[in-house]
C-alpha cells in the first residue's frame, strides 16, 4: 500500500543519514528517528472512568448489535444436557438481560445465589448486563452483596473478552493463554482503548488529521507474563488481538498498516484517577513502536521530576522568606503525630 507523504519524505531523509550505519534496528525497516514530530491525538484530562464506561458501551455495540436476539438468553449445558446453571439464578440473569429487573434493587439473598454462576456466562452476556450497571456506584455495606457481583462480573467479562479476541495460531512462542489476571490486565487496556476512540470520535478527531484513526493499537505487554513477547495488535474492528513473537521482525515485515500507540500518563487513585494520553500515528515498518513508547514514558517521567523540583523550590523559597520576616511556620512532620493521637484518643473514648 501507497505510504503517507510525509513517510516517504521521512523516509527518503532516512536513508540519506542511515547510509554506512553498521547496526540498524530493524533489517529491511528505516532508521527511527526520535526526533521526528508524529500525527497525533490528544485526550485531555479526563476521568477514567468515563473512558471505561465508553469502552463497555462500544464493545456491547460491537458484540451484541441486537440486544433483543433469543440467544442472549440462552444458558450453558452439560453433554447430558442439564444446566449448568442453577433454575434460580438463570431466572435472575434473564431479568437483568431483559431489562426487567435493575441489580441495585435485587434483594440480597438473589444476588448472592446468583454470583457463583457469574462464570458461566458468555462474553455477550456479561456486556449486556455490565452495560446496564454503569451508573450503579455505591460503597454502602448494605450492598456488599451487589459489589461483589460487579467485581465478579467485571472479572470474567474482560478475561473472556481477551479469550474471545487473542489469536495464537502460528504462535512459536506462546503455546498456551497466560494466567486469568493477566488476561485481565490486557482486557481493561483493550477497553480503555476502545473508550479513548468514542472519547476522539466525540471530539471529531478524526478530521484533525484529514483522515481517521488507526484500526490497529498497540499495546504494550510484561515481557515476564507474556514468555517474552512485548508488543501486542489490537485490531479494534475485528476484535482480534496479536501477540508480538519479534516486535522488530513484526514491525519490519508484517504490518502493513499504520498503527496507533497511546502515550502519557495518569494519576488518582481509584474512581478519582484521571488520564492524559496521546494517540500516536506510527508505520510498523519504519518506526520502532517499543522506542516511540519509551520515549514518551521517559519525557513523562523527567515533567514528572521537574514538576517535583519546582514544587520543592517554591516551598524553599517560601520558607525563606517567612524565616526572613521572622515567622515562624509550622512543620509539617508535626502534623501527622497530631492526627495519630486523635486517633487514638477517639478509640479510648469509644471502649
Known amino acids: 500500500s501507497r505510504l503517507p507523504l510525509y513517510r516517504q519524505v521521512g523516509n527518503l531523509i532516512s536513508?540519506?543519514?542511515?547510509?554506512?550505519?553498521?547496526?540498524?534496528?530493524?533489517?529491511?525497516?528505516?532508521?527511527?528517528?526520535?526526533?521526528?514530530?508524529?500525527?497525533?491525538?490528544?485526550?485531555?484530562?479526563?476521568?477514567?472512568?468515563?473512558?471505561?464506561?465508553?469502552?463497555?458501551?462500544?464493545?456491547?455495540?460491537?458484540?451484541?448489535?441486537?440486544?433483543?436476539?433469543?440467544?442472549l438468553l440462552e444458558f450453558p449445558k452439560r453433554k447430558d444436557g442439564s444446566p449448568v446453571i442453577m433454575q434460580s439464578a438463570?431466572?435472575?440473569?434473564?431479568?437483568?438481560?431483559?431489562?426487567?429487573?435493575?441489580?441495585?434493587?435485587?434483594?440480597?439473598?438473589?444476588?448472592?445465589?446468583?454470583?457463583?454462576?457469574?462464570?458461566?456466562?458468555?462474553?455477550?452476556?456479561?456486556?449486556?448486563?455490565?452495560?446496564?450497571?454503569?451508573?450503579?456506584?455505591?460503597?454502602?455495606?448494605?450492598?456488599?452483596?451487589?459489589?461483589?457481583?460487579?467485581?465478579?462480573?467485571?472479572?470474567?467479562?474482560?478475561?473472556?473478552?481477551?479469550?474471545?479476541?487473542?489469536?495464537?495460531?502460528?504462535?512459536?512462542?506462546?503455546?498456551?493463554?497466560?494466567?486469568?489476571?493477566?488476561?485481565?490486565?490486557?482486557?481493561?487496556?483493550?477497553?480503555?482503548?476502545?473508550?479513548?476512540?468514542?472519547?476522539?470520535?466525540?471530539?471529531?478527531?478524526?478530521?484533525?488529521?484529514?483522515r481517521p484513526l488507526p484500526t490497529w493499537w498497540a499495546v504494550r505487554l510484561a515481557e515476564e507474563e507474556w514468555e517474552g513477547c512485548q508488543l501486542a495488535w489490537f485490531n479494534t474492528e475485528s476484535l482480534s488481538v496479536e501477540i508480538l513473537d519479534n516486535p522488530c521482525e513484526s514491525m519490519a515485515f508484517g504490518n502493513t498498516e499504520l498503527v496507533a500507540v497511546i502515550t502519557g500518563s495518569a494519576y488518582g487513585e481509584g474512581r478519582d484517577r484521571r488520564l492524559r494520553w496521546e494517540v500516536v500515528e506510527c508505520d510498523p515498518r519504519c518506526d520502532d513502536i517499543l522506542m516511540e513508547m519509551d520515549r514518551k514514558g521517559k519525557q513523562n517521567e523527567t515533567q514528572t521530576k521537574l514538576g517535583s523540583e519546582l514544587a520543592s523550590a517554591v516551598r524553599d523559597h517560601a520558607l525563606k522568606r517567612q524565616a526572613s520576616r521572622g515567622l515562624a511556620p509550622a512543620k509539617r512532620e508535626n502534623a501527622k503525630p497530631i492526627v495519630?493521637?486523635?486517633?487514638?484518643?477517639?478509640?479510648?473514648?469509644?471502649?
Do not use: Y
Open 15 to 71: 536513508s540519506m543519514d542511515s547510509v554506512g550505519d553498521s547496526n540498524p534496528i530493524c533489517a529491511g525497516a528505516a532508521h527511527f528517528d526520535a526526533n521526528f514530530e508524529r500525527p497525533k491525538w490528544r485526550l485531555p484530562d479526563i476521568s477514567e472512568q468515563k473512558v471505561l464506561k465508553l469502552g463497555i458501551l462500544l464493545l456491547r455495540q460491537r458484540l451484541v448489535p441486537d440486544i433483543t436476539a433469543k440467544s
Open 90 to 210: 438463570a431466572s435472575f440473569f434473564r431479568k437483568l438481560l431483559t431489562d426487567k429487573l435493575e441489580l441495585k434493587g435485587a434483594p440480597r439473598g438473589d444476588v448472592c445465589a446468583a454470583q457463583l454462576d457469574v462464570r458461566h456466562l458468555s462474553c455477550e452476556q456479561l456486556v449486556v448486563i455490565r452495560a446496564q450497571m454503569l451508573d450503579f456506584v455505591t460503597t454502602s455495606q448494605s450492598h456488599d452483596a451487589h459489589i461483589n457481583m460487579l467485581a465478579s462480573v467485571d472479572e470474567n467479562l474482560l478475561e473472556k473478552f481477551v479469550r474471545r479476541c487473542l489469536v495464537l495460531e502460528g504462535h512459536s512462542k506462546l503455546r498456551q493463554h497466560p494466567r486469568p489476571d493477566v488476561l485481565r490486565r490486557l482486557g481493561l487496556q483493550m477497553v480503555l482503548t476502545m473508550g479513548a476512540i468514542e472519547v476522539l470520535a466525540g471530539d471529531d478527531a478524526g478530521q484533525q488529521l484529514g
Open 340 to 351: 495519630k493521637q486523635s486517633q487514638q484518643q477517639q478509640q479510648q473514648q469509644q471502649q
